[in-house]
């Protein structure tokens, strides 16, 4: 049924749906912190907020992430969802070519790394 609908449901709207429920309700372990949908939801306001305002980004856009595995990257795709962009997930391991062959496969306006990379 959630295929059937016009538009279709996405992951966005379903974290938004739990997040509206259960805001208390543990969503992410990492290392010693624990994240509830509320703490996950805010924090991806914000960062949809500060993307939009500094940045510029607008629905349509294709944004490159290059982050390592960590709560920050999923606020990231969340935020980005909710602008309504497209994320293109680069593996933060790539180096050299491989990395220059996402980024141009992706297409994307803008990338977002972490100071290490």
Do not use: I
Not at 36 to 54: F, I, K, M, P
């Amino acid at each position: 049924r959630r295929f059937a609908r016009s538009p279709p449901e996405t992951l966005l709207d379903v974290f938004l749906l739990h997040a509206r429920r259960r805001p208390q309700q543990p969503l992410l372990r990492f290392q010693d912190q624990l994240y509830t949908y509320e703490d996950v939801d805010l924090r991806s306001n914000r960062a949809a907020w500060a993307l939009r305002r500094r940045l510029g980004l607008r629905p349509g856009a294709t944004v490159a992430v290059f982050l390592p595995n960590s709560p920050t990257y999923v606020w990231t795709w969340l935020a980005l969802a909710k602008l309504g962009c497209a994320m293109a997930c680069v593996n933060s391991n790539a180096r050299g070519r491989a990395v220059r062959h996402a980024l141009e496969a992706a297409g994307a306006t803008l990338v977002l790394a972490s100071p290490g990379e």
